[in-house]
């Protein structure tokens, strides 16, 4: 990454910060299985870091189902993700630290997700990890969810920091897309089944893990 000055960090949270991307996939398919789409796993990815109307509107415009419910559909895998968390949510390698060092930094610090209100309450309640975010930003409610960088853009607003000052730490190709367009500097950490695909070479930086954060803060500078 080349030396630029970077005011705040703005986390993706499924995937980089809980690793619930999984989960997300499994009832993903589990319930558009029972709707007659036959989906796997594999398909699934191809989803990643879609706000979840979006993900069911994806999957019925190329397989529609009778009774089509968006909403109910979208609110059967969430529950199903709450759950989850709520049972088996841990924190992605090195979050903690991460956070940490954010703060040791004094640099500011933002969330901005796809998923829903009750989501990031679950995942900050199940980690004890709100009181680290000035700001928190969802897709939920918003005309485009990621790849549109609106809610990057929102997070850094809320945060009174310029885009170009931020570093967004995303797991999603979806989500990189969101963060280059809102004109941020880019982390990836993708999935390591995923970490050597040609994509992410769109992203400024690729870490195995946060833990490996440190060391891209030390080549920024701050004002």
Known sequence: MSLTTIEAVIFDMDGVIIDTEPAWQKAEVEVLNQLGVPITMKDAEVTTGLRIDLLVAYWYQRNPWDNYDNRAVAQQIIDKVVTFIETEGAPMRGVIDALKLCQQKQLKIGLATSSSTDLIDSVMA????????EAIASAENLQYGKPHPEVYLNCANALKVNPAHCLAIED??????????????????????????????????????????????????RI
């Open 172 to 221: 999603s190709f979806n989500g990189l897309i969101a963060a280059r367009a809102a004109t941020m500097q880019t982390v990836a950490i993708p999935a390591p089944e995923f970490a050597e695909q040609s994509r992410w070479v769109i992203a400024h930086q690729q870490l195995e893990h946060l833990g490996q954060l440190a060391d891209v803060l030390d080549t920024t500078t």
């Open 126 to 133: 199940k980690l004890g990890i709100r009181s680290y975010f």
